[in-house]
Each structure stands twice: as C-alpha cells, then as structure tokens.
C-alpha cells in the first residue's frame, strides 16, 4: 500500500524552519489568502542556507514577486557582510509592495529594484554574480540560461524554482508551454558539461547548480 504524503511531508518539513520576523509570517499569510505563489519557508531557509554556505554577496533574483524569496537571500547577504540583491519583477505594484517589506525588515540598503522582464534585465545588469534565482514564468526558463551562464561567476550558484511543477512534468499528455519550459531548461542544464546539478524534492522543486 502505498501513502500519498505529498502534504504532509510539506507541512512537516515548513514545520521545521526556524521562527521568522512577523513581518515575514505577513508575508506568508498573505500568499495564503491571495493564493499567490511564493517559494515557502522551507524552499526559502534552503536558499538562505545556500547563500550563507557560500558567501554570496551579489544575487541576482529574477521573478521577485513581493519580495518574500528576497528577504531569504536579502538575510544571508547582510549576514555575509553586505552586498547586493537584484529584485525583479514586471509588476509595479508588487515592486512597492516589496519595497515596503523589505524596508520593515531592515534591507531597505541592499535591495536593487528593477521593474521589467527579468531575462532582459539580467541582460542589461553587470554581472559577475555569485548566486542567481530563477522563479520567471516557466515557458521562458529555457532561454534564461544562456543569460544565466554569462552573468553568473564560475562557481557559482544557481536555483531554480518549480522544476517538479506540481507532477505536471511527469504527464506525457502535458505539452503546455510551461511544462514544456520546465522539461526543457532540465535538460540542457542535466545535460551540460558546464554544470553540476541536482533536483532538491523539497515543496515544487528546486535546482541546484553549480557552474563549473
Ligand atoms: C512565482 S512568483 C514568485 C515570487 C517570489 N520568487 C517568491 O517566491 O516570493 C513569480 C513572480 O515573478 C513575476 N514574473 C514572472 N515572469 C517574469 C518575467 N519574465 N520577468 C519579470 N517578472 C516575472 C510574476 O508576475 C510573479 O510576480
């Protein structure tokens, strides 16, 4: 017999992250009420973690929604010292709510806002970075990596959220863009010489890469 657990192992494992500022549980309960898709706290403590582990100073975070993904990297990166964290996303209104936020948690100095398409800000963005977070809209994941590999300093880091896409990836009769998007940005970086990768199964999905 076997258990479907998928829930379970979720709240379990969002159970185990350490108590947050009230302004990030905010953050989550709002994402709760407007069903808005954040990363959660168990993929956002993994980010933190990674960025601390590493020492990043400069991350470039591409599809920033409100900012709750960010103040995961915007803690590590105060923590490593000081730095940079890009906030992208296309949206005004989630670029102020973001702002507001992030200010309250005490980031407000290390946040680069940019309001537009995230593949093309990259573009426009002196690199190298030392991390890169990519929650774009998963039709346009493919072409994000070659934009990725530029900016991005070797050694390292790259994550990338929804790579199990809610069991859609596992559904031939599924050939949406999206799904399509997450299939395919698999397999060019599973594929690449340039890379070191594993799929973490925690909440969506996660990617983690290293560039070589
Ligand atoms: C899935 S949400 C995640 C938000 C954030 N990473 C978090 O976990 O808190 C992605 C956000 O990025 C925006 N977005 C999606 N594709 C984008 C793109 N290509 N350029 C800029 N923003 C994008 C969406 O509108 C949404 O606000």
Redesign the pocket.
């Known amino acids: 017999m076997s258990i479907d657990y998928n829930e379970q192992l979720r709240d379990y494992l969002d159970s185990l992250v350490p108590e947050r500022p009230a302004e990030m549980l905010a953050m989550e309960a709002y994402a709760q009420e407007h069903n808005f ?3 959660g706290p168990a993929s956002g403590y993994f980010c933190y973690q990674v960025a601390r582990m590493i020492g990043a100073r400069r991350i470039f ?9 960010t103040a995961w990297f915007a803690r590590a990166v105060q923590e490593n010292g000081g730095g940079e964290v890009f906030h ?4 005004e209104t ?1 670029s102020q709510q973001a702002r507001g936020h992030l200010e309250a948690l005490g980031y407000g100095d290390l946040i680069r806002y940019r309001v ?4 093309q800000a990259l573009r426009e963005t002196e690199g190298p970075f030392d991390l890169i977070f990519n ?3 998963k039709q ?1 994941y493919p072409e994000s990596l070659p934009v990725i590999e530029e900016k991005l300093r070797p050694g390292g880091v790259l994550i990338i ?1 929804n790579m199990i896409w809610s069991g859609r990836i596992f559904d031939d009769s599924d050939q949406s863009p999206a799904t399509q998007g997450v299939r395919e940005l698999t397999r060019r970086i599973t594929s690449s010489p340039d890379w070191i990768v594993s799929l973490i199964p925690i909440r969506d999905g996660l990617i983690l890469g290293t560039r070589k």
């Open positions: 898709p954040i990363v975070e591409m599809g920033s929604g409100y900012g709750y993904s992208v996303v296309w949206d989630l537009g398409e995230a593949v929650d774009i809209d346009a959220d």
